[in-house]
């Protein structure tokens, strides 16, 4: 194998990425396993009450994404609960926004942490971690018995997409904890207050728009121009509702053409539309939180997010705004998929590297994550859903809360998903950068998925990447 920038081998790459790390770049490979803490996988005898063998006087490191949930439900909820049971383990809490900035290094070096809240923009490659084989297996986790009922599993009482986006190689190694559900958001009130109406169809999206425009009230729309993640998720949506869930899945699978499919240059079409006539001045230069705060401040009516955004929200949302939620309006009556399909799938990536320090007690305190207590008391203070199963039940949702439990079960069986962006992170990066040019008119519908499968194309072809097939 040449060593040029398109065939040197990831291991080699991520190695290289530990001696000079660069926000952004992909996970760090794993160092020999002689380097590895020498007590990392030696648990102590397991029992019903401790099944991973937990040692209960042995620390325990924990990495939280400081993001739209913060990290107190970490600190007030998931840790005193884990000490209940383990009150000698010291616990050594962090936050930080650049995950694979900060913990990289770690990896590379042989020690990271025990627990990673691997979520945001600068989450680690999760492929990557997989593929040099740094996760641990979890699927111990999933048969033991659950933290509440030592009598139901683990397994029993989650969302089943749960184990289905968690496993990578045949083994369940990432643990998605929130549902999450994403949509068009805005404000009830402003839209009862000027009579503006939740559109269903695509040309009733854009004429509201034009009155928003018109009106001068507000820009009808924005999206976190620095981070054009954000943009790429509601165009894909569209493209499946428009051609149907096989889009997504072509593209998952990498298959030929599938980003250039027809159905992907519409939805691409359309919302360069929205982005040459209805967005928000200076969008392109706004973060998320910039964005956000300009709708809670009234400056724009309509922004793509997910059901992470009111909580994120809450210091800046003023009492009586009302956070609604829509799903993506049909594009036509000759759509594939119904009105109401939602794009939903776990997030919020918890993992416990194999080769740290204390993976048996990384486990435990996932598994104290997913009692039904742990799980309720996180949906109730960070207004959100989680993936354990009634877990909101008897809670007191918030109305951002209520209107996303409401979309998701009009969706019923219409969902949809895709997993290409924590599979492969450089098309994920390609992505983004394309986007945001697709929606400030630096590149054409065209140019913009040849140039995303050209990039899907190389990745096929490079056989230092490991492929996942839905």
């Not at 641990?136 to 749960?162: F, G, N, Y």
């Not at 839209?191 to 503006?196: A, I, L, Q, S, T």
């Not at 997030?347 to 993976?359: D, L, Q, R, T």
Request: a negative charge; proline letters at 7%.
């Amino acid at each position: 194998m040449t060593n040029t920038p398109h065939h040197i081998t990831r291991r080699a790459l991520l190695r290289a990425a530990a001696i000079a790390p660069v926000a952004g770049a992909l996970a760090a490979c794993a160092t020999p396993q002689s380097q590895a803490p020498a007590s990392s996988a030696a648990p102590l005898a397991t029992s019903a009450a401790n099944p991973f063998g937990v040692d209960a006087k042995k620390p325990l490191e924990v990495w939280i994404f400081d993001g739209g949930f913060g990290d107190a439900y970490a600190t007030d909820i998931h840790q005193p609960l884990f000490k209940t049971k383990y009150p000698d383990a010291a616990i050594k809490h962090n936050v930080t926004k650049e995950i694979t900035k900060v913990l990289q290094p770690r990896f590379a070096g042989g020690n990271p942490p025990d627990v990673i809240d691997n979520s945001g923009a600068n989450a680690m490659d999760l492929g990557a971690l997989a593929q040099d084989g740094q996760l641990q297996d979890l699927t111990p986790m999933l048969d033991a018995p659950s933290w509440d009922d030592p009598a139901v599993k683990v397994r029993d009482i989650l969302d089943p997409a749960v184990v289905e986006f968690g496993t990578y190689d045949g083994k369940f190694s990432v643990l998605g904890y929130v549902n999450y559900i994403h949509g068009i958001w805005y404000s009830q009130k402003v839209f009862r207050d000027n009579g503006w109406t939740v559109p269903t169809t695509w040309d009733e999206f854009l004429k509201l728009c034009e009155t928003i425009k018109k009106s001068g009230k507000m820009a009808p729309f924005t999206y976190a121009g620095k981070h054009p993640q954000y943009l790429y998720e509601p165009l894909l949506t569209m493209a499946a509702k428009i051609g149907g869930n096989e889009v997504l899945v072509n593209i998952d699978n990498l298959e030929d053409g599938a980003w250039s499919s027809e159905p992907m240059k519409t939805a691409a079409t359309a919302w360069a539309e929205v982005g040459a006539k209805y967005l928000m001045e200076g969008t392109a230069g706004l973060d998320h939180v910039q964005t956000q705060t300009a709708q809670n401040k009234y400056q724009v009516a309509m922004l793509p997010s997910g059901s992470w955004l009111e909580n994120e929200q809450k210091t800046t949302t003023p009492d009586d705004f009302e956070y609604g939620m829509f799903p993506i309006p049909d594009f036509t009556a000759s759509d594939k998929m119904p009105h109401g399909t939602l794009h939903t799938q776990p997030g919020e990536s918890f993992i416990v590297p194999s080769k740290g320090a204390n993976p048996q007690g990384g486990m435990e305190y996932l598994r104290a994550m997913l009692s039904k207590k742990a799980a309720g008391d996180f949906s109730e203070l960070v207004r959100t859903v989680s993936v354990v199963k009634g877990a909101g039940e008897g809670r007191e949702l918030s109305p951002g809360a209520k209107s996303a439990t409401a979309a998701i079960a009009a969706a019923g069986a219409n969902t949809v998903y895709y997993r290409w962006r924590t599979w492969y992170a450089q098309l994920h990066d390609e992505a983004v950068a394309a986007t945001g040019q697709l929606m400030s008119g630096g590149v054409t519908p065209e140019e913009y998925v040849q140039r995303l499968q050209k990039k899907a194309d190389e990745i096929k072809n490079d056989s230092s990447i490991k492929k996942y097939k839905r």
